[in-house]
């Protein structure tokens, strides 16, 4: 199953392999700490989907801190999977994505002064904002997700907008396990384990993504109604030291695992 196929919301998600999808920003936040052409984040995803990734994610920022125009012409052009391109819902991303017209779009709030991603889209909040670029971009053929943390009210709010997709913001679970703070990770899981839920009876797909690793997302993997993961700065970290091809095909093999787990009524 390619990026961006629907599981069918209430289908049997134990017999779905899951997908990996993987983020190339921080291949570009190297090669700009240098300036230059080295290393060049096109052809770390094709390595990428070479070792097992399903498709690749990239997030073109305001401020060109990492991903740049030219990078997302080439993995266009240039890759033989789905393009995820990561965007603020502003009009100049809205005009740069229908001009380029990626497979997926993942609408995700940003702020110049923040390193990363910090929490969710406010979809309850921001409805009025994000209607018409959901609308736009669905409308051009582009599969839209939402970015949202694993709320009831955030999940409902994005159904309310027809887009096909949300994305958990995991983070804040994988932190409190980072942190030995076990009563937040418990209570995080419970919110992803329940909003997945929700989400499929809703009729949207469910992804994550965030600050997962071998171990969380091996954990996550295993519950059925999420269908694609989307990892970059932990993979991009770990390929330091064994390989960009070597971190892609363990992290395949602990997806695996996990969904197997699942499959065999281990979750």
């Not at 889209?121 to 409805?127: C, F, I």
């Amino acid at each position: 199953m390619s990026a961006g196929q629907t599981n069918p919301a209430g289908g049997d998600g134990r017999t779905a392999p899951i997908r990996l999808g993987i983020n190339i920003d921080h291949v570009a936040t190297l090669r700009n700490a240098r300036g230059g052409a080295h290393p060049d984040p096109v052809s770390a995803a094709k390595l990428a989907v070479e070792a097992g990734a399903d498709n690749i994610t990239a997030h073109l920022r305001e401020d060109r801190r990492h991903i740049r125009d030219d990078d997302i012409a080439r993995l266009i052009a240039e890759l033989e999977c789905p393009l995820n391109l990561e965007m603020a819902a502003t009009s100049e991303m809205q005009e740069i994505a229908l001009k380029a017209k990626p497979h997926a779009a993942c609408l995700v709030p940003e702020k110049r002064e923040e390193r990363t991603t910090e929490g969710g889209l406010d979809v309850v909040a921001q409805h009025n904002v994000l209607a018409p670029v959901v609308a736009e971009l669905g409308a051009a053929g582009i599969r839209v997700s939402l970015f949202i943390a694993a709320e009831r009210l955030q999940i409902e709010a994005a159904s309310r907008l027809r887009s096909p997709a949300i994305e958990f913001h995991v983070g804040p679970w994988c932190d409190a396990l980072t942190d030995g703070r076990n009563d937040d990770a418990k209570a995080e899981w419970h919110s992803i384990r329940d909003g997945a839920r929700i989400a499929r009876d809703l009729g949207l797909e469910v992804h994550a993504g965030h600050g997962l690793n071998y171990a969380t997302a091996e954990t996550i993997a295993a519950l059925p109604e999420i269908v694609e993961l989307n990892i970059g700065h932990f993979i991009v970290g770990d390929a330091v030291f064994g390989g960009l091809s070597e971190s892609v095909r363990r992290m395949r093999e602990a997806m695996s695992k996990g969904r197997a787990a699942n499959m065999s009524g281990g979750a």
